[in-house]
T-cell receptor
Framework: LAKTTQPISMDSYEGQEVNITCSHN???????ITWYQQFPSQGPRFIIQ???TKVTNEVASLFIPADRKSSTLSLPRVSLSDTAVYYCLGRNSTLTFGKGTMLLVSP | EPEVTQTPSHQVTQMGQEVILRCVPI?????FYWYRQILGQKVEFLVS????????KSEIFDDQFSVERPDGSNFTLKIRSTKLEDSAMYFC?????????????FGEGSRLTVL
């Protein structure tokens, strides 16, 4: 299972773009990179998943370089409601959550 | 939008008692999971279930834990003899497994408090 490393916390202001980078040096060839969001006392919620290059959906973009040893979740124009913990996971079968990144968005 | 539902939302029990947590996964999903999160700590994988059998389990999922899919809709986690350290939020999740590994849909959780 890929071991991931993310910053423990990040601060931002409303309207800014936030980039959270995750390193996963030992990611396996068949692992996807998946990002989840978790609000207090709620279950994790899927944000985005990718294998390589760039993936974009209505919520975020995910950038994965060619060596796949890291990935960057990009949240455009964050709002207060984006305050949450963000988890990066390398996954082929089960999900192994790390400690995640606590993003605090201030007015 | 389809969702995973869990009951009860909160259960308080005495140490040594049996507890059953229930989950109704999304109807066309084939893969089911239990995770737990002790207060202030990370989300921990317990077990995954596919085709009516356990496909993977973690070291946490010892003999006091069991899972069952008793009918076509429910997926249950049983803790036979609860311990204080079993106090946690338990999350059920399901996925259709497509686009390996696929998006996991989590329920809102069942908070278990063992006294």
């Amino acid at each position: 299972l890929a071991k991931t490393t993310q910053p423990i916390s990040m601060d931002s202001y409303e309207g800014q773009e936030v980039n959270i980078t995750c390193s996963h040096n030992n990611i396996a060839t068949n692992d996807y990179i998946t990002w989840y969001q978790q609000f207090p006392s709620q279950g994790p919620r899927f944000i985005i998943q990718g294998y390589k290059t760039k993936v974009t959906n209505e919520v975020a973009s995910l950038f994965i370089p060619a060596d796949r040893k890291s990935s960057t979740l990009s949240l455009p124009r964050v709002s207060l409601s984006d305050t949450a913990v963000y988890y990066c996971l390398g996954r082929n079968s089960t999900l192994t959550f790390g400690k995640g990144t606590m993003l605090l968005v201030s007015p | 939008e389809p969702e995973v539902t869990q009951t009860p939302s909160h259960q308080v029990t005495q140490m040594g008692q049996e507890v059953i947590l229930r989950c109704v996964p999304i109807s066309n999903h084939l893969y089911f999971y239990w995770y737990r999160q002790i207060l202030g700590q990370k989300v921990e994988f317990l077990v995954s279930f596919y085709n009516n059998e356990i496909s993977e389990k973690s070291e946490i999922f010892d003999d006091q834990f069991s899972v069952e899919r008793p009918d076509g809709s429910n997926f249950t986690l049983k803790i036979r003899s609860t311990k204080l350290e079993d106090s946690a939020m338990y999350f059920c999740a399901s996925s259709d497994g497509q686009v390996s590994p696929g998006e996991l849909f989590f329920g809102e959780g069942s908070r278990l408090t063992v006294l």
